[in-house]
């Protein structure tokens, strides 16, 4: 199973609103509700921000929200903070019953 | 307070074993699945095995299928992942997640494995 496709690193000033894409396929993200995204601060565990594709949980803030079309699941921070400044994985349930990660996205509070 | 703590994690030759253990508090265990999931230093993060509830479904990812065994113990709430015919590539540090809604909603803090000579 392939990982999934994000962009290496995204960036923005303080307030601005950037967009993290995740493409998988028809097997995985296209098939499925099933997108989750986490976020991990240098150093700690990683930390669970959107649950089937666009839920936030409980203590999420609202800034984070998830999306998807076709085989290609996004998360939008908006109004970035400083301490959203960490690295961001996606995650999607496939078709072979496993379970397969984005290669992860740092983003940079400018 | 849902809290996973991870042990068993040590410095192993190649060829080795090693069995990594998971102690759950807060939730009613037995209501979920539980996941390990790794990361090698400076790298990703990899799904690498899954156990659903009652331990009637068992999944594992390629990359470790044949050579590490997940288990739970529902009267003990842990779960546990035994390592076996470890490589250098096996080198990280190993999380333990509760399962919710086809997500890993909780983690531990993690354990580092390195295997080296």
């Known amino acids: 199973q392939s990982a999934l496709t994000q962009p290496p690193s995204v960036s923005g000033s303080p307030g601005q609103s950037v967009a993290i894409s995740c493409t998988g396929t028809?097997?995985?993200?296209?098939?499925?509700?099933?997108v989750s995204w986490y976020q991990q601060p240098p150093g700690s565990a990683p930390r669970l921000l959107i649950v089937?594709?666009?839920r936030r949980p409980s203590g999420v803030p609202d800034r984070f929200s998830g999306s998807k079309s076709g085989n290609t699941a996004s998360l939008t921070i908006s109004g970035l903070q400083p301490e959203d400044e960490a690295d961001y994985y996606c995650?999607?349930?496939?078709?072979?019953?496993?379970?397969?990660f984005g290669g992860g996205t740092k983003v940079t509070v400018l | 307070e849902v809290q996973l703590v991870e042990s068993g994690g040590a410095l192993v030759q190649p060829g080795g074993s090693l069995r990594l253990s998971c102690a759950a508090s807060g939730f009613i265990f037995d209501r979920h699945g539980m996941n390990w999931v790794r990361q090698a230093p400076g790298k990703g993060l990899e799904w690498i095995a899954h156990?659903?509830?009652?331990?009637?479904?068992?999944y594992y990812a390629d990359s470790v299928k044949g050579r590490f065994t997940i288990s739970r113990d529902n009267a003990r709430n842990s779960v546990s992942l035994q390592m076996n015919s470890l490589r250098v590539e096996d080198t990280a540090i190993y999380y333990c997640?509760?399962?919710?809604?086809?997500?890993?909603?909780?983690w531990g803090r993690g354990t580092m494995v390195t295997v080296s000579s």
């Open positions: 997640a509760r399962d919710n809604y086809w997500a890993s909603d909780y």
């Open positions: 028809r097997s995985d993200v296209g098939r499925y509700n099933h």
């Open positions: 156990i659903s509830d009652k331990s009637l479904s068992i």
């Open positions: 089937e594709v666009s």
């Open positions: 995650s999607s349930f496939t078709d072979t019953t496993t379970w397969v």
